[in-house]
């Protein structure tokens, strides 16, 4: 069992949205509906809720910059726990 898991969580549309403006290589479970999407992300939230101690929630929907910050702080915090 890992110590933390990161959930880069991003609204499903903007993720969609924000992978056919990057040019990023579509795969078959891209084309499955907004609906399946949202039933995963929503899923991993749950998980995350059930396990505060283990996951982080990190919103990616903002700038790179501050995404990579906190992630910084994050990770720096736990490797300080230890």
Known sequence: MPDLTIL???????????KMQNGAEWNRLDAYTLEFHQRVRA?????ARREPK????????RDWDSVQ???RKVIEGRLEGK
């Open 54 to 61: 283990r996951w982080v929630v990190v919103d990616a929907g």
């Open 8 to 18: 880069l969580d991003i609204d499903v549309e903007a993720g969609l949205q924000r």
């Open 43 to 47: 899923g991993y939230l749950d998980m």
């Open 69 to 71: 910050e906190e992630l």
